[in-house]
């Protein structure tokens, strides 16, 4: 069981849009920067979102961040085929001094 | 450009020694960067396992702390993990990246470079 909480999965139809939730606590989400991963199976892992709400370089805007208290939220609009992939939202845990990972999120495109 | 690439036995006996290494190229690991494992078993989510910094500094998820080395070899510009007493439920793809800290260049405060991962089965 996960410190950061993430529903199991999300799906909506091509060009609508998804948002997937990560909640936490103070010594988590509360108090560090929390960053958002898209995983394809058998691929490496890839940074959608650092520091809440930054995107790295090459990633669409189509893909949005935010952190409100102890929780967090990865949007993404005008879904595509492509999006159909796991995500995961990620942060330091300050009280045990380890990063934890939420349990992901499998986003469908309908 | 920055690489990763894991390496290691692909198959382990129950109660023995999960050891693989992970070479970097692109950068070195003595730069102001953390250098992490992650894993993901059969089915379930990504797992953090713990990182190394140059200076020798590391941290380990507290469940695995008993269990788990991480080590860097600077001359050979890698890093290792050593996970022991490994049991079925240590079976996964294991991952190695590189972690930006909040004060370092790139993406700071994320896993910015990962290797292709490799599959380790304990049986």
């Known amino acids: 069981q996960s410190v950061l909480t993430q529903p199991p999965s999300v799906s909506a139809a091509p060009g609508q849009t998804v948002t997937i939730s990560c909640s936490g606590s103070k010594s988590n989400i509360g108090d560090n920067f929390v960053s958002w991963y898209q995983h394809l199976p058998g691929t490496a892992p890839k940074v959608l979102m650092y520091q809440n709400n930054k995107r790295p370089s090459g990633i669409p805007g189509r893909f949005s961040g935010s952190k409100s208290g102890t929780s967090a939220t990865l949007g993404i609009t005008g879904l595509q085929t492509g999006d159909e992939a796991d995500y995961y939202c990620?942060?330091?845990?300050?009280?045990?001094?380890?990063?934890?990972f939420g349990g992901g999120t499998k986003v469908t495109v309908l | 450009q920055v690489q990763l690439q894991e390496s290691g036995p692909g198959l382990v006996k129950p109660s023995g020694t999960l050891s693989l290494t992970c070479a970097v190229s692109g950068v070195s690991v003595s730069s102001n960067n953390w250098w992490s494992w992650v894993r993901q078993a059969p089915g379930k989510g990504l797992e953090w396992i713990g990182e190394?910094?140059?200076?020798?500094?590391?941290n380990y998820k507290p469940s695995l702390r008993s269990r788990v080395t991480i080590s860097m070899d600077k001359s050979k510009n890698q890093f290792s993990l050593k996970l022991t007493s490994v049991t079925a439920t240590d079976t996964a793809v294991y991952y190695c990246?590189?972690?930006?800290?909040?004060?370092?260049?790139?993406?700071?405060?994320?896993?910015?470079?990962w290797g292709q991962g490799t599959l380790v089965t304990v049986s």
């Open positions: 990246a590189r972690y930006v800290p909040v004060n370092g260049l790139s993406y700071p405060s994320t896993f910015d470079y």
């Open positions: 990620g942060t330091w845990e300050s009280s045990l001094s380890a990063w934890v």
């Open positions: 190394v910094y140059h200076s020798g500094s590391t």
